[in-house]
């Protein structure tokens, strides 16, 4: 470990001692990235921890890796833990590690994950850990890579250092840097970076956060063309693409009904699977292939969807994007992104669309509320671009609207007769809860939905409109009764439910929270 064990008795014996403790204390965390062209790149994470209290035990008693086989491996160079006197108290060895498959993994079914246990973990100790990353084979690029110095702990000093950094790099740093130094080194020093705890509707992580996105400089156009080269090899008008897009146009001659049945088709009958976009998983399935077992990720689903477009002469461009995180400009990179999408440009004779087939329900919107004004890469050979997509909200889109009847019986009894209307990102959520649904399932999830509030609710009329036409807003009319709701012997007052005021009008509470409140969306309530 480049961080000596000994130089941490002057801090503990000056009790540095953040204001709220979290369990447990980051003394020091340093990430050093080595690489050069004609050897695989590697990546050593090393970090000293203190363990304040159980509820830091109960975190560091394992820590885990991920990694892919034949893409990279990782190496346990270090692995001890230290009583509180810092002496050593016990030692990390390949017969207590193990390595299973990561369950759920987002990026792909190969990878693995490493668990490193630790044993006899006290309140008090200390833990020093040294892993290295390493790639399999050398890389014509830099990796890309996004150090954040925060965490959900306290941390006194945190490190970033590029070994032998190539002559043309791009990096781009927000937050507060403490020392940054050049030279054969490129190294950025993080002194206390500010503890970031999760709170609802809190700012993105760069807008709270301290660190730096690297990669190595390049065009957009050449990312985007390279990545093209990388996956045209799947790209066919295969026999069973063309037969399909011939059933699917049937005798229909209005080409925007036949795209838009198309899309339909394919969100009802090839099926999800959860796959991002990354790793080892960059290459779509060939169409025929998706076709044939009626399933597939973002890419598989994009890519059949384009060669069924190509068909009826309507031209489409993959796209790459980020779900969950913004894309820097200033990294070009095709790392950057988890999500594919599919984009119609105009003048086709159709509407100009940005398709997100992973959507359970679709929109006729140009593109999906959820993937408004974000960086997203254009795949077009070298004429591949960054570009932001379109922001479509005015300040009427986003619009909910109840209109409650309520009926106090002599008998204690409740009716409720409910109005409701939908607009914008509101009607989505609704459409996509109640999708599927048959009409009893629909009243049993909305009867038990106001059972919260009213006990012994029943529905006894429900209609829905607009279910399926998605350029007019989302209605809901349902009457509901409960036999038991008031009892006029007794002292409580009573209070009508508010259901769908407490559901979409509800913010989180301002007192002692870390962080602004960042609301996505320009949004319109009315209730009567």
């Known amino acids: 470990p480049t961080f000596k064990i000994s130089k941490i008795a002057d801090r503990v ?55 892919i086989p034949g893409y990279d491996r990782i190496y346990i160079n270090h692995l001890q833990t230290y009583d509180s006197q810092l002496r050593k108290k016990w030692r990390g060895s390949h017969k207590y590690y193990y390595v299973t498959a990561e369950l759920g993994s987002e990026i792909s079914k190969q990878t693995q994950l490493a668990h490193l246990p630790i044993k006899r973990l006290s309140v008090g100790d200390f833990i020093q850990l040294q892993i290295t990353r390493e790639a399999v084979r050398p890389a014509r690029y830099i990796p890309y890579l996004k150090h954040i110095a925060n965490r959900d702990i306290p941390v006194h ?84 693409v063309k037969e399909k897009a011939l059933e699917l146009k049937g005798n229909h001659h209005d080409l925007q009904f036949i795209v838009d049945s198309t899309i339909a088709w394919i969100r009802k009958n090839v099926k999800y699977r959860d796959i991002k976009l990354g790793g080892s998983s960059l290459i779509p399935a060939k169409s025929a292939q998706t076709l044939s077992n009626y399933q597939g990720d973002c890419k598989d689903q994009s890519l059949l969807l384009k060669e069924i477009l190509s068909e009826f002469g309507v031209m489409s461009d993959l796209v790459l994007i980020n779900l969950n995180q913004p894309v820097s ?107 599927g649904f048959t009409n009893s399932q629909m009243r049993e999830y909305l009867r038990r939905w106001f059972a919260i509030e009213v006990p012994n609710i029943q529905v006894q009329t429900l209609k829905l409109y607009n279910m399926d036409d998605f350029t007019e807003p989302f209605r809901l009319e349902i009457i509901l009764r409960s036999a038991e709701y008031w009892d006029e012997k007794s002292a409580e007052p009573i209070t009508l439910p508010n259901i769908w005021e407490r559901t979409l009008m509800r913010l989180p509470q301002s007192n002692n929270r870390l962080y602004p409140i960042k609301i996505p969306d320009q949004m319109i309530f009315h209730s009567i």
């Open 329 to 435: 400009s200033a990294t070009a990179t095709i790392q950057q992104f988890n999500h594919m999408i599919l984009h119609i440009p105009p003048n086709q004779g159709v509407r100009e669309q940005f398709i997100d087939l992973t959507e359970i329900v679709g929109s006729h919107r140009i593109i999906p509320y959820s993937l408004e004004g974000k960086n997203a890469l254009v795949i077009q050979g070298d004429s591949s671009r960054l570009m932001t997509t379109p922001i479509l909200e005015n300040s009427s889109e986003h619009q909910a609207k109840f209109d409650h009847s309520y009926f106090l019986n002599d008998d204690g009894s409740l009716e409720i007769k409910e109005k409701i209307t939908l607009d914008g990102k509101f009607g989505a959520l609704f459409r996509e809860k109640l999708f």
């Open 13 to 67: 014996a000056k009790d540095w001692r953040p204001e709220a403790e979290q369990g447990a204390l980051v003394h020091y965390s340093k990430e050093s990235l080595k690489f050069n062209h004609e050897n695989a790149w590697s990546l050593t994470t090393e970090v000293l921890i203190e363990i304040v209290d159980s509820s830091g035990i109960a975190r560091f008693q394992e820590f885990n890796e991920s990694f």
């Open 157 to 240: 000093t945190d490190i970033f250092e590029i070994q032998n950094p190539p002559d043309e790099l791009d990096f781009e740093e927000f937050g507060d840097v403490s020392e940054k130094t050049g030279g054969a080194n490129f190294v950025w020093t993080f002194k206390k970076p500010k503890t970031i705890l999760s709170e609802p509707l809190m700012p993105s992580i760069e807008e709270i956060a301290s660190g730096v996105l690297i990669s190595e400089a390049r065009t957009w156009a050449s990312v985007g063309k390279e990545y093209e080269d990388l996956i045209k090899h799947q790209f066919e008008q295969s026999i069973p």
